[in-house]
């Protein structure tokens, strides 16, 4: 079914199909080693054999690597390895044409340390407009030589890191909550908030359906002067919901509802899902209808493959969607995430990241218990009310490389 046959069902989402692609190591085109947009569009009779509904590409922006392409350094194009934007367009018409629609990922939070809104920002002076769309601040100590609050990073023992790291000269230290290589954006700062309205209609207009927004919770932060230390250790239980310091604050919600505004402009109304690690009750607000509609639920990702568990998660992720009006999200896998095969097949007491740090000898993998009880857990999450993520690869049982 074509997708303009489709148009009347604005809540096609509710019970979809969505199967991720990383396009870096999908189908390769061309022979050079990496998986580019022409692969991606030479498997569209593949995909349409999988009965999907969609697909959501990871980022296939410009982008150095240092965080899997999560570090963008332009958000309305495509890395040359991966193609054009030519490319893009032929790809899209041919998923629409097999009846698959589109899934955009968009990366809010963070660009790339390449991005010549950072490049700009690192050549201008301190208090500058250009500085101001992302996060400088003077650093602590005699000579500003310490970094201005205990902010840690997810890759980093700190969040912040000097400018002279970056060429810059006015000895200041950026905020980044991932990578050095991922400067945070100001989301106080409604250039920003601007320029990505832009960079949505962009991929709308192309004809994109849908967005996945990575770590939606983190957009916001609290950067009044001077900046707050975060209570150390930082747990989820030490935090306050909706007045974090760094996450999940009650303003990101306001982004998102114009966010909506601007998807219901379209027919069928655009559709995205929320990446956010928050309590199951703030998670509600990221998926309302007034917001992004939908919020993937993480829970399966870490429960063990054994009947309770599932079924804890499964009852109260169905209650969650139906008190927030949304539709309940099942996935076992994502490209952060170790295969099913390989998970299952390892005793629940192994340390998964030491296990593969390992290369696999710290403890041996049951294979044949791992991939049967891969299959039926997809096969579990498939017959469940609402909307499956998989992963490329899940649909072959494939073991972790």
Not at 174 to 194: G, I, M, R, T
Not at 212 to 232: G, T
Not at 255 to 260: E, G, I, P, T
């Amino acid at each position: 079914m074509l997708i303009d046959d489709k148009k009347s069902d604005k809540n096609w989402w509710r019970q979809a199909a969505i199967y991720q692609i990383y396009p870096r190591s999908f189908k390769d085109s061309n022979g050079d080693g990496i998986g580019d947009l022409k692969g991606i569009t030479s498997q569209v009779d593949y995909l349409a054999s999988l009965n999907l509904d969609a697909v959501w590409l990871s980022p296939f922006y410009p982008s150095a690597l240092a965080d899997g392409g999560y570090d963008v350094d332009d958000y309305r194009d495509v890395d040359p390895k991966l193609g054009t934007l030519a490319d893009f367009d032929e790809m899209l018409d041919k998923l629409h044409a097999a009846g698959i629609r589109v899934f955009v990922d968009i990366v809010p939070n963070h660009s790339s340390n390449r991005h010549k809104w950072f490049q700009e920002a690192i050549k201008s002076a301190p208090g500058s407009a250009a500085r101001n769309r992302y996060i400088f601040r003077d650093g602590k100590g005699v000579n500003g030589e310490l970094p201005p609050t205990n902010w840690i990073s997810h890759f980093a023992p700190s969040a912040w890191s000097h400018e002279s790291t970056q060429g810059g000269t006015g000895n200041q230290w950026y905020c980044h909550l991932f990578a050095p290589e991922q400067p945070d954006f100001n989301w106080d700062n409604s250039e920003v908030e601007e320029d990505f309205l832009t960079t949505l209609k962009f991929w709308a207009d192309r004809g994109v359906d849908g967005f996945r927004i990575d770590v939606a919770h983190m957009m916001k932060k609290d950067l009044s002067d001077p900046l707050k230390d975060v209570p150390e250790p930082q747990t989820l239980d030490s935090r306050r919901p909706g007045n974090e310091v760094l996450f999940d604050r009650e303003e990101v919600h306001e982004v998102f509802k114009s966010w909506r505004q601007l998807f219901n402009q379209y027919d069928p109304p655009r559709v995205a899902v929320a990446e956010a690690y928050v309590p199951a009750d703030r998670l509600a607000l990221y998926a309302s209808p007034e917001e992004l509609g939908q919020a993937f639920n993480f829970e399966l990702l870490e429960a063990n493959f054994n009947a309770q568990e599932y079924k804890i998660v499964i009852d109260r992720g169905l209650a969650a969607a139906k008190a927030q009006g949304s539709s309940s999200t099942w996935t076992i896998n994502n490209h952060d995430q170790m295969r099913p095969a390989t998970k299952y097949g390892l005793l629940p007491s192994v340390d998964r990241l030491r296990w593969k740090n390992s290369n696999g000898t710290l403890h041996p993998l049951d294979e044949v218990t791992g991939l049967n009880s891969a299959i039926a857990a997809s096969m579990l999450i498939m017959a469940l009310p609402g909307c499956t993520y998989i992963y490329q690869g899940e649909e072959l049982g494939l073991f972790e490389v």
